[in-house]
Each structure stands twice: as structure tokens, then as C-alpha cells.
């Protein structure tokens, strides 16, 4: 397994666009988590699935933010309309059963929006 | 409400030197408590978890439940310790991991 894949590693956008990131977690992991990491705030959590359906997106700053997993296999989380404040790396991990020792990380997507 | 506190944004000290990096955490349960690693230019890992009570790379952390505490520490510095450290919380099996703000741990040779 390739482990958790995220595209893109990098994405430059003005402000006012629509950005979409990817995310393929490990192939039989039940839980996804999207987390945002600022050198301000260190790593947050925005949003988590459990088989496909979505927990907990307390933590999704706006309502520009929206996240989907339509399948086991594929998860986006799209910023419309986009703005400077939302630069980050924004991470994708993945998991069996819920528990830290099972997260797997993505190499994340570091954002840019100017 | 479940908080991880790591009070030192940037840690540097020489090669060779004693290592502690500090957590602290505010649970009122019993939580499970971890310690992620990202070295440059690559994704966080896991080092370290309390209830595996193991040595990683010369690095052990004990939990204090008196003090609330997780430090993470590693009595001899090396060069490639230098990386970003994330002390982060569970408090059952089922729900996300609270991560702290991180410390940046530099190495000076």
C-alpha cells in the first residue's frame, strides 16, 4: 500500500477561487480525518468520516469549507471562495478503529491563497 | 474540555545534550497520550505512545497523572532529532486525537 495520498503537495490560488484537495486513505481504514496545521495554531481538526459518513465537522472554520467522502476511497475538502487566511497544510490521515497508534498520515497539501 | 499544552514553540540544544520536551494536558478521564514526530520535509509519524512504554530512538515519555504531564525526553541529543514534536490526546478509541501546538526541536552540532 502506497500508504495515505494527497493532491496536490502544492496549491497557489487567488483569492476568491474555489480549491479542492484530495485524499485516497489506506485501502481498509474506516476512519479519515482532515486536519489544518498554522505555525499559529499548530494542528487542528476539522472534519472526520467513519465508513464514508461524516462525524464531527465542528471544527470546519466557515461555511465556505465543505468536505465529502463519497466512498472507502476518496475524500475532498473544498474552500469556496478561498482566501488569504486560508493558507495552511492542510493533512489527511487515516485510521482503523478510531485508535492514534493506527493514524496514517498524507503528505499533505500546503496552500497558498493570495 | 480536552486541551494539549506544549509551552515552548522552539527548543535548541547542543549535541550531546539532555533533551526534555514538555507537555502538559487537561483531561479529566484517563486519556491516552502520544507523541508525533515530522521531520523535514516528511509526514507526522507516530514515536511514541504511553501505554507501550517503549524506548524509540532513545526518546521515552512518562505519563504523570498527578502533574498532567507527557514529557518527551532523550538523555543525548543527535543531529537528526531535529524535527517538529506533537504531544496529542485520545480519550477513548473511537474519537480524534487532540494534538498540542508542536515544538520545533533543533540540534546544534
Known amino acids: 500500500d502506497a500508504g495515505v495520498i494527497q493532491s496536490p503537495r502544492h496549491e497557489v490560488t487567488e483569492m476568491g477561487q474555489e480549491v479542492t484537495l484530495r485524499c485516497k486513505p489506506i485501502?481498509?481504514?474506516?476512519?479519515l480525518f482532515w486536519y489544518r496545521q498554522t505555525m499559529m495554531r499548530g494542528l487542528e481538526l476539522l472534519i472526520y468520516?467513519?465508513?464514508?459518513?461524516?462525524?464531527?465537522d465542528s471544527g470546519m472554520p466557515e461555511d465556505r469549507f465543505s468536505a465529502k467522502m463519497p466512498n472507502a476511497s476518496f475524500s475532498t475538502l473544498k474552500i469556496q471562495p478561498s482566501e488569504p487566511r486560508d493558507s495552511a497544510v492542510y493533512f489527511c490521515?487515516?485510521?482503523?478503529?478510531?485508535?492514534?497508534?493506527?493514524?496514517?498520515f498524507g503528505s499533505g497539501t500546503r496552500l497558498t491563497v493570495v | 474540555a480536552q486541551r494539549v499544552t506544549q509551552p515552548e514553540k522552539l527548543l535548541s540544544v547542543f549535541k550531546g545534550a539532555p533533551v526534555e520536551l514538555k507537555c502538559n494536558y487537561s483531561?479529566?478521564?484517563?486519556?491516552?497520550l502520544f507523541w508525533y514526530v515530522q521531520y523535514s520535509r516528511q509526514r507526522l509519524q507516530l514515536l511514541l505512545r504511553h501505554i507501550s512504554r517503549e524506548s524509540i530512538k532513545g526518546f521515552t515519555a512518562d505519563l504523570n497523572k498527578g502533574e498532567t504531564s507527557f514529557h518527551l525526553k532523550k538523555p543525548f541529543a543527535q543531529e537528526e532529532d531535529s524535527a517538529m514534536y506533537y504531544c496529542a490526546l485520545q480519550n477513548s478509541g473511537n474519537t480524534p486525537l487532540v494534538f498540542g501546538k508542536g515544538t520545533r526541536l533543533s540540534v546544534i552540532a
Open positions: 490521515a487515516s485510521s482503523l478503529v478510531g485508535t492514534g497508534v493506527g493514524y496514517t
Open positions: 468520516f467513519n465508513n464514508n459518513v461524516p462525524i464531527d
Open positions: 483531561y479529566s478521564g484517563s486519556p491516552e
Open positions: 485501502s481498509g481504514h474506516d476512519y
